[in-house]
């Protein structure tokens, strides 16, 4: 079966320094890996998507790289700030198939 | 308002009772999801509409679960004859392209 995971539950880091968060799947081919941000007591929120056919998506601070070889993506935050904690999602689908999910990473930046 | 509104946002029920949630979509969005979040987890899959119709269920969601979409607009989910372990956060998600736009989710505590 489909297997996702985030390869930390928590991640904490000191203001300033660039976060990295893991995401590995098993069993799957996505056409589609999608990054959300999700706080306490709400739904996630939407950051960023990238294509099976890219590599690399970047919007202001965040960064995500797509590996299907290594069947992995990376998300990075620079310049991380206290309102950067949160917890992270990765999902991946094809088409309009639904979004399966990790675990998730809570990030926590240290001021 | 343009997004994604749940209602009830919390809701206290004794085992054994039914309960039904209501999630009202983005208007141009024709696809709609159900999903369940549970603490230190991602959002499971539940059930999906494309339109009216009922399109994928998981194999979480039980007998006691289920989930309509009149007319292709609000959606409900009811839970009948609820146990401790239907205690989560049931998440409603839509969509029109790739990027899922979520509700902030009713948080069902059963007692």
């Known amino acids: 079966s489909q297997k996702i995971e985030q390869n930390s539950e928590a991640l904490n880091i000191q203001e300033g320094k660039t976060a990295t968060l893991t995401c590995n799947y098993t069993?799957?081919?996505?056409?589609?890996l999608q990054w959300y941000r999700q706080d306490p007591g709400r739904g996630p929120v939407f950051l960023l998507l990238?294509?099976?056919?890219?590599k690399e998506k970047r919007k202001e601070r965040l960064k995500v790289t797509f590996d299907t070889t290594l069947k992995q993506s990376l998300f990075h935050i620079t310049a991380s700030q206290p309102a950067d904690s949160a917890t992270y999602l990765c999902a991946l689908h094809s088409g309009n198939t639904p979004l399966v999910f990790g675990k998730g990473t809570r990030l926590s930046v240290i001021a | 308002d343009t997004g994604v509104s749940q209602n009830p946002r919390h809701k206290i029920t004794k085992r054994g009772q039914n309960v039904t949630f209501r999630c009202d979509p983005i208007s141009e969005h024709n696809r709609l999801y159900w999903y369940r979040q549970t603490l230190g987890q991602g959002p499971e899959f539940l059930t999906y509409f494309q339109n009216e119709a009922q399109l994928e269920k998981s194999r979480l969601l039980s007998d006691r679960f289920s989930a309509e979409r009149p007319k292709g607009s609000f959606s409900t989910l009811e839970i009948q004859r609820t146990e401790q372990g239907d205690s989560a956060m049931y998440l409603c998600?839509?969509?029109?392209?790739?990027?899922?736009?979520f509700g902030q989710g009713t948080r069902l505590t059963v007692v």
């Open positions: 998600a839509s969509r029109e392209g790739a990027e899922a736009f």
């Open positions: 990238i294509r099976e056919n890219e």
């Open positions: 069993n799957y081919s996505p056409a589609y």
